[in-house]
């Protein structure tokens, strides 16, 4: 064997050890920014059931409307999934389960009916900035429209031109968000924290923001990303086409106003 034909082997055995060690780095690196993590609870349907499992990118900013993995600030030994719904200096508050950020009403459409093991809820498509995701409500929703307390009936409340049963308001601190469930009347989120007086979670604590169902809870979840209107079960699919409605009537505002 020439010189020169062992010199050649020698740089192409080296090229490649430096390829397969920065492999091996950017699959640590990978393994280290993106983790798994099991949906526990129905909190968050429609977005994410039972039995998802979701991958969540660590780092970055957390922004409003972001799904994210965070240890729950009575518990940190157990991982909740929530949505922020609300920034540092936000006044949040909520009319049957309707956000009202800084006076702002976040816009909704009413898809229909939707049912999950036995239970019937309202399937609302909300939207938030860039974001549109579904979430359920219980009950009658429409409260009527108004303009100040007295326009409403009983113990109703006005906020954001709708009346309603009346949650909050919160002032989230400085270095926390207000997180909730998709699943308004069924999670246990900022609005019930502190033995019911509510209160929001450190931003420093984040564990990352949750991206795609890696595993889903029912057929034809897998790969789907958690953010945009919500997969439909088959019970529910007949819903397809008043979301798409819905989809095509989106509000020319979604961002709330700063505080």
Not at 186 to 195: A, G, I, V
């Amino acid at each position: 064997m020439s010189d020169a034909s062992s010199a050649r082997k020698t740089r192409l055995a080296q090229a490649a050890y430096v390829i397969l060690g920065l492999l091996v780095l950017a699959s640590v690196a990978l393994g280290v920014m993106i983790k798994v993590y099991k949906v526990p609870s129905g909190a968050m349907i429609p977005t994410l059931v039972p039995g998802d499992h979701v991958s969540a990118t660590r780092g970055g900013e957390v922004h409003r409307g972001d799904v994210i993995v965070f240890p729950f600030p009575e518990n940190p030994e157990q991982l909740f999934l929530k949505r922020v719904i609300g920034m540092p200096g936000d006044e949040i508050q909520f009319v049957d389960g309707r956000p009202i950020i800084n006076g702002f009403r976040v816009p909704q459409c009413r898809v229909g009916l939707y049912d999950w093991e036995g239970q019937t809820h309202e399937l609302f498509l909300e939207w938030i900035g860039d974001h549109v995701y579904g979430v359920l409500l219980d009950g009658p929703v429409d409260g009527g429209s108004c303009e100040k307390d007295s326009d409403c009936s009983g113990i109703q409340s006005c906020r954001g031109g709708i009346c309603g049963m009346l949650q909050g308001p919160w002032r989230v601190p400085a270095g926390e968000v207000f997180v909730i469930g998709d699943n308004r009347m069924n999670s246990h989120d900022s609005r019930s924290w502190k033995h019911g007086i509510g209160s929001g979670m450190p931003i420093s604590t984040v564990i990352g923001r949750a991206g795609r169902i890696v595993s889903g809870g029912f057929s034809g979840r897998t790969a789907a990303s958690v953010d945009g209107p919500p997969l439909l079960p088959a019970g529910a699919a007949s819903l397809g086409p008043a979301m798409e409605t819905c989809l095509k009537k989106k509000p020319s505002v979604t961002t709330p106003p700063a505080r």
